[in-house]
């Protein structure tokens, strides 16, 4: 049972200890079907180029049928002492069929399969989260619709600012998760290139026809250099970095459901089932998932971090440090398709609280830009009317009121080129809105028309 594919020069067994430190089939063996189509693949063009017989082919590939079965309903017996999902899958093949399943591995080495594993791996993964992120795309897209005339406090430096529509805001994001949406699609480019044939590193001296079994992958190209082709990971380090955007990306979005959630603010609710209680606060309503999605964005960036400090250092060209790729790559997977799906659910049960959003947006002087604009427009330099708005303010603060709460006589005081349009024109949150009526600002009429533009990419996509 201890002996190993590889212990023909050995003289003892390897230590039990080592034997479970350096093994990986406890995580690498959910590749276990993009190793296969790689066996399969390596095997056809094998066949093709006249190294293995047709029997083999054929012996291989009813062999790889019923381990597929055998993985698919969980009857698959993975051994510790085998290492990895390669030598496990091939222990069973040879086990089934003998021969056949012993020459599989001509040509080829675990260095170019488990490199040709990770890419179609991650190429499937790619594929479904750039799918997801799109359908958060459709999600916030929608919830903008019913938001496009909203007002509410634009923040910078979390000071009030201007007022801004929801629904400008919330399509702030799916810009964001455009970029992150065409990121991973650039990537996937990279991604999907054939290391197979690289063999351990220098290549092999059997007559391969490295193209024909990347075409049967649905690889776009075949890696230039064997050296780099077994021990590049950049791939993996990429797809980390697109992955911790998206990350990052959400957990922003988190924050600002949180605290548009707090009593303090009120600006939303989140739908019950996405929320959780405390054990001895019987009022709490508390916004879990959106806080432990704040929490998994620092552990996808932990990810990335492990990657390139992983490859800093390595020389070419395989080294078994590069086996430590496997478990930040699917914990990035997992945590960015988990988050996800948890927004592409929670988002549409999200009740934003209009009133609530308003009366916000009427403390803190948003309006006082308007102002400025106002008198500006009238022939006052604009850096005179910020100095005069500026005094306003401090009136109307020193007085605990509102601008549109100050009389006209009050406010001419301070410049008579004010007149009693300044209500309706400047001081008004809607005026304020609307005014901003240009590509990207936050004009209820512009807000339409980007909700119409985004309507119209998913329905092309
Ligand atoms: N499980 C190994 C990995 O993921 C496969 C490659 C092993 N190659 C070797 N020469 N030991 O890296």
């Known amino acids: 049972q201890k002996k190993k594919a590889w212990s023909g020069r050995f003289s003892e067994p390897v230590a039990d200890f080592v034997l479970r430190y350096t093994a990986s089939v406890d ?23 006249g190294v293995l017989h047709d029997q083999d082919l054929a012996d291989i590939k009813r062999g790889m049928k019923q381990i597929i079965e055998e993985i698919k309903s969980g009857k698959f017996e993975w051994k510790l002492e085998l290492e990895d999902v390669h030598l496990n899958v091939e222990a069973r093949l040879t086990q089934l069929v003998g021969d056949a399943g012993k020459r599989l591995h001509t040509g080829r080495s675990r260095n170019d399969q488990v490199a040709t594993d990770m890419r179609l791996y991650m190429r499937e993964e790619i594929d479904t989260i750039t799918d997801l992120v799109c359908e958060l795309q459709e999600v916030l897209v929608h919830l903008a619709a019913n938001e496009t005339d909203t007002i509410m406090p634009g923040f910078t430096h979390m000071q009030v600012a201007q007022p801004v529509t929801l629904g400008h805001h919330l399509l702030a994001y799916v810009e964001m998760f455009e970029r992150d949406r065409t990121r991973l699609i650039d990537l996937r480019r990279r991604v999907n290139q054939s290391p197979l044939g ?23 190209a075949v890696m230039q250099n064997s050296l780099d082709a077994v021990s590049d990971r950049d791939f993996c380090i ?14 922003r979005l988190s924050e600002e459901l949180i605290y548009w959630m707090s009593q303090r603010f009120r600006f939303m609710m989140l739908p019950d089932r996405f ?10 309503k508390n916004p879990d998932v959106a806080e432990t999605a704040r929490g998994k964005a620092g552990r996808v960036a932990g990810d990335l971090i492990s990657l390139t400090v992983l490859m800093k250092g390595l020389p070419l060209a395989y080294a078994k440090d590069t086996q430590e790729d496997k478990e930040p790559v699917f914990d990035a997977i997992d945590t960015v398709k988990d988050t996800l799906r948890a927004f592409i659910e929670m988002m549409p049960g999200v009740t934003p609280n209009r009133e609530e959003m308003k009366k916000a947006a009427q403390a803190g002087y948003p309006t006082a830009t308007d102002l400025a604009d106002y008198l500006t427009k009238k022939g006052l330099p604009f850096r005179e009317a910020h100095d005069v708005v500026g005094s306003v303010v401090k009136l109307a603060s020193n007085r605990g009121c509102d601008l549109a709460e100050l009389s006209l006589e009050e406010l001419k005081s301070f410049s008579d080129l004010i007149e009693e349009d300044v209500y309706e024109k400047a001081l008004k949150l809607e005026s304020s809105v609307a005014a901003r009526d240009h590509v990207g600002a936050t004009a209820p009429r512009q807000v339409r028309i980007q909700v119409a533009r985004w309507t119209d990419i998913f329905e092309k996509r």
């Open 198 to 220: 690289a063999a351990a590193l220098a290549g092999t001296t059997y007559p391969i026809d490295r193209n024909y079994s990347a075409e049967l992958l649905g690889f776009e």
């Open 238 to 251: 990429e797809f980390t970095a697109a992955a911790s955007l998206i990350m990052m990306h959400i957990s």
């Open 275 to 284: 929320t959780t209680g405390s054990s001895i606060m019987p009022q709490k």
């Open 27 to 49: 995580f690498d063996k959910r590749m276990a079907l993009a190793d296969i189509a790689g066996s399969i693949a390596h095997a056809t063009m094998m066949n093709k180029c």
